[in-house]
């Protein structure tokens, strides 16, 4: 990753405005161009934490293929930390290969950026990934070269379903890795700063109307905890503060809650303005994002809806059978507004599918959708026992 620096506003700006119409005009190419299909609807597919290596390639990008056959997205947006970048840049490649070729073969865009993990070893730079995910031709991927902190900061926009004009935006951010003192990194001032100013090039372009839009990046924002209740002591589905010692949070009850908190969220320690900035543009709906694995839930806050997926993995264990992936679908109706939902590995790989595989001949589908329905069974129950007992036991709901 390139070394993060400090640059006075003139040159930021300047910087950026050469940035935008440049991102405008990679994201607008021809077969690259995403619109809302012929009922209307554009749904995407959050995949993060992918994590592939050599012991889980095989039955992730398995369950990631039967993902995308069962939901046929319109884009997939790959949010950081997808694969292990090893002391052999060949290696790296292949488990590359491994995730790309699952939506190079089904047609579909691919969206994706980094997270902390991406490139803190091995031989591969955050743009020798990306130069390598670019050719795969489903990618719709952007390197922002020196424009920006990071590598993978851009937008995409969304044409109407007559391709007449951009009706909505998604946004991707590269939330970087670490700071200087080894904390986990954010969004930095720079690309906050082409933010508003994009954010303002879409309104122009729209007659003076906000383009509504989605973020996906890999590292929480810090103010999820500000939609979060602050309680005196440690409870079950309570969890403390990453950087705060002694303050635990939970969901607050009086506010609009998603899903369920299974562990800390891990935003980066320092802050640059990002969440306020989309406030102030009032353009944002939701900001999805990875890094803490078995967290699916959600908190609204100042009106745009934080957000946090699932890890999109398969490991061979009971415990990843909770993983799975995000799906957002947004209608050109009333682009004001989205519908979402989780959906973890035990909720799709049963018996039945099982079953189903075999009768196809597909071998290694019905070994593995059993494998899946067989331990997810336990963690499924597991989980749900978990929740329904801390509500029976203290009245509090701990999942929505």
């Known amino acids: 990753m390139k070394k993060i620096f400090k640059k006075s506003i003139s040159v930021v700006l300047a910087v950026i405005m050469a940035f935008s119409v440049f991102a ?4 607008a190419e021809g077969e690259k161009t995403l619109k809302f299909d012929e009922n209307g609807k554009f749904r995407i597919m959050h995949v993060t934490d992918t994590h592939l290596e050599e012991s889980n390639l095989d039955a992730s990008v398995w369950a990631i293929g039967e993902a995308c056959d069962i939901e046929k997205p319109d884009l997939v947006v790959i949010t950081g930390d997808n694969v292990k970048n090893c002391a052999d840049p060949a290696d790296t490649k292949k488990l590359i290969d491994g995730l790309m ?19 803190e070893s091995g031989a591969m730079s955050r743009e020798e990934l990306m130069a390598y995910y670019n050719t795969f031709s489903c990618s719709v991927s952007v390197d922002d070269g020196e424009a920006l902190s990071g590598c993978g900061t851009y937008n995409l926009p969304v044409m109407s379903s007559d ?11 590269d939330s970087n890795d670490y700071d200087e003192k080894g904390n986990y990194s954010c969004v930095q001032a720079d690309q906050v700063e082409w933010y508003k100013v994009k954010s303002d090039e879409l309104k122009a372009a729209n007659g003076g109307e906000k383009v509504y839009s989605l973020v996906f990046q890999h590292i929480i924002v810090p103010e999820v905890y ?31 809650n998603y899903g369920t908190l299974n562990e800390m969220p891990c935003p980066g320690f320092e802050n640059f303005g990002q969440f306020e900035a989309m406030v102030e543009k009032g353009d944002v709906l939701a900001m ?19 957000m946090n997926s699932l890890s999109t993995r398969y ?36 018996i039945d599918y099982a079953i189903n595989e075999m009768q196809n001949g597909d071998n290694y589908g019905f070994k593995t959708s059993l494998d899946i329905a067989f331990k997810g069974f336990f963690q499924k129950y597991f989980d749900e026992f978990c929740r329904h007992f801390v509500y029976a036991v203290t009245g509090r709901q701990v999942s929505y």
């Open 24 to 27: 405008v005009s990679v994201s």
């Open 101 to 119: 070729n699952v939506f190079e073969s089904r047609n579909i865009p691919v969206a994706v950026t980094f997270g902390n993990h991406d490139s």
């Open 163 to 173: 391709g007449t004009k951009v009706k909505f935006n998604v946004w991707v951010f």
């Open 226 to 256: 500000d939609a979060l209740k602050k309680v005196d002591s440690e409870k079950l589905f309570s969890y403390e503060h990453i950087y705060n010692d002694g303050e635990y949070y939970m969901f607050d009850p009086e506010g609009v």
């Open 288 to 306: 999805f994002t990875g890094h803490d694995h078995t967290n699916a839930f959600g908190v609204k806050h100042k009106g745009i809806d934080i």
């Open 315 to 350: 490991n061979g264990d009971a415990y990843s059978t909770q993983y799975g992936y995000r799906i957002i679908e947004v209608d050109e109706k009333d682009t004001s507004a989205y519908s979402t939902r989780v959906v973890h590995w035990y909720d799709i790989f049963d």
